[in-house]
């Protein structure tokens, strides 16, 4: 069987080994995050699909991970309130899964999101990483000159949370 499927994988010129498939039936077979690593929670940075642009950082816990998977929209664990986060439940917000990834030892996930609304911050930003602080560093850095926003404010949030 395996000389079989090398001579079709030689003769039509693809550039895949046998090993290669073995081993990717192996990375399929354990897309599963590791929720025991850390307690039950796992980081999750969410990044928009189009752009690359990170748009958070939040976490996951079991329950999160798979109304995720199920829904085709990002739900998380608050660890503030102690309790499951749809994104965009109140703002309309939502952010549609277009890809799912997983760090090398399953205990970092990465979502690739379309964002609804335009706004992944619940301070109205596109990004929850709107602050930048610019270089150089030399001691002392941090100063009003060096820190600026880096991405638009899309909506007032006394607005949406009322």
């Known amino acids: 069987?395996?000389?079989?499927?090398?001579?079709?994988?030689?003769?039509?010129?693809?550039a895949v080994s046998l090993p290669l498939i073995?081993?990717?039936?192996?990375?399929?077979?354990?897309?599963?995050?590791?929720f025991a690593k850390s307690g039950g929670l796992l980081?999750?940075?969410?990044?928009?699909?189009?752009?690359?642009?990170?748009?958070?950082?939040a976490y996951m816990n079991g329950e999160a991970w798979e109304k995720t998977l199920a829904s085709g929209?990002?739900?998380?664990y608050s660890r503030s309130r102690k309790m499951l986060w749809?994104?965009?439940?109140?703002?309309g917000n939502v952010q549609k899964i277009r890809a799912v990834r997983l760090d090398c030892d399953s205990d970092?996930?990465?979502l690739l999101v379309e964002q609804i609304g335009g706004a992944a911050c619940h301070e109205g930003y596109v990004s929850c990483f709107f602050r930048e602080l610019s270089g150089p560093?030399?001691?002392?850095?941090?100063?009003?000159e060096n820190i600026a926003l880096c991405c638009e404010k899309k909506f007032d949030p006394q607005e949406v949370y009322k």
């Open 137 to 144: 560093f030399p001691p002392g850095a941090v100063t009003r």
């Open 43 to 57: 980081p999750v940075v969410t990044q928009c699909a189009e752009s690359g642009r990170v748009l958070m950082l």
């Open 86 to 91: 749809h994104k965009g439940e109140s703002s």
């Open 1 to 14: 069987m395996r000389r079989h499927v090398k001579n079709i994988l030689r003769s039509s010129r693809l």
């Open 73 to 76: 929209e990002a739900h998380y």
């Open 22 to 34: 073995m081993h990717n039936k192996s990375i399929l077979a354990t897309f599963t995050p590791d």
């Open 108 to 110: 970092a996930i990465l």
